[in-house]
């Protein structure tokens, strides 16, 4: 015998959810349907069909907002309405959080509510920008252009990310490599030449002495190093998760070589081409740029946004 988990609509079309011992996955379906139930869904209650709510396990990506918006635009394009749109969709979702707030999006516009006020309910899954332009869609009158438009937008986006990561993926190889060999001469190379050192009993270049008692310092505290290392490591990133740390991390990332460049000219093709969106689809600019600037993922360039968005709103043009 083995317990099953079972979504299923009764007589009265209402959904319900439960579960049901039963000796096989039939002998489950067939309990539920003597019960006049219409099986939905039914899953063996395992470790591995539970819910868990770990943020990095069930984040959603771009690529699973890009099939999203996608899949509705084409329904809305065939002249569904976004109520069956949403109910035909939703159980086609793999990401289980994305499935959860399309339900709830599925509920909350049969009650009337509108599809961007209900997205507010999860800024960790919609984004600021999607909401956007779906108001925008349900105000113009053009929600299937928004989620197309939407969609191509993650497209990119994804796009974009995969050609930093790529980009970067080869100067961060170099160093660890660099720093990782470093460390073995260091550590059990450089050692091999001090005996060597001492029997000519001459006096060493500075830089020689300079590497030659580094090497002895490493070995004889590597593991005050190595818990040294660890503290730094755990203050920046106390430091970085700070506002003001943010904005210097970012400041300095962009003064590196290589990766300053490439982080620039994302934040600037993230930019334009998500305002460009925005204004498209007949968000107000001040709107738009709110919403841009904190997709930019760079606190520094951010920052210098604020002015921005006021000498707009003021009614100047920006400088």
């Known amino acids: 015998m083995a317990n099953y988990v079972y979504e299923a609509i009764d007589s009265k079309g209402k959904k319900i959810k439960g579960k049901v011992v039963a000796e096989d996955e039939q002998d489950a379906v067939r309990q539920l349907k003597d019960k006049n139930l219409y099986v939905v869904e039914i899953n063996q209650d395992n470790l591995l069909n539970k819910e868990i709510d770990v943020k990095f396990l069930n984040k959603v990506k771009a690529k699973d907002l890009a099939v999203f918006c996608k899949q509705v635009a084409t329904l809305l394009q065939s002249g569904l309405n976004i109520l069956t749109c949403l109910n035909v969709i939703k159980n086609q979702i793999p990401n289980k959080k994305l499935k959860k707030a399309v339900e709830t999006l599925s509920e909350d516009v049969e009650r009337g509510t509108a599809v961007s006020t209900s997205m507010k309910k999860f800024p960790d899954v919609f984004p600021e920008i999607l909401v956007n332009m779906v108001e925008a869609g349900e105000v113009g009158g053009s929600l299937d252009s928004s989620f197309d438009k939407m969609a191509i937008q993650f497209e990119k986006e994804m796009k974009l990310k995969q050609k930093i990561t790529n980009a970067l993926m080869y100067p961060a190889i170099v160093i660890l490599v660099a720093l990782a060999v470093l460390n073995l001469l260091l550590v059990f190379v450089v050692p091999t030449f001090v005996g060597m050192f001492n029997d000519l009993g001459?006096?060493?270049?500075?830089?020689?002495?300079?590497?030659?008692?580094?090497?002895?310092?490493?070995?004889?505290?590597?593991?005050?190093?190595?818990?040294?290392?660890?503290?730094?490591?755990?203050?920046?990133?106390?430091?970085?998760?700070?506002?003001?740390?943010?904005?210097?991390?970012?400041?300095?990332?962009?003064?590196?070589?290589?990766?300053?460049?490439?982080?620039?000219?994302?934040?600037?093709?993230?930019?334009?081409?998500?305002?460009?969106?925005?204004i498209g689809a007949g968000v107000p600019l001040v709107t738009a740029i709110e919403t841009t600037k904190k997709l930019l993922n760079n606190a520094y360039i951010e920052s210098k946004f604020e002015g921005v968005v006021e000498q707009v709103r003021g009614g100047r043009r920006p400088k």
Do not use: H
């Not at 490493?218 to 003001?244: A, C, D, E, G, R």
């Open 202 to 278: 001459v006096e060493l270049p500075a830089m020689t002495r300079f590497i030659l008692n580094t090497s002895t310092f490493m070995q004889n505290n590597w593991l005050i190093l190595l818990v040294l290392l660890v503290f730094i490591i755990i203050l920046l990133n106390y430091y970085i998760k700070t506002p003001s740390g943010d904005i210097a991390f970012s400041k300095l990332k962009l003064k590196m070589p290589i990766i300053g460049q490439i982080s620039l000219f994302s934040s600037i093709a993230r930019f334009t081409r998500t305002l460009s969106t925005l």
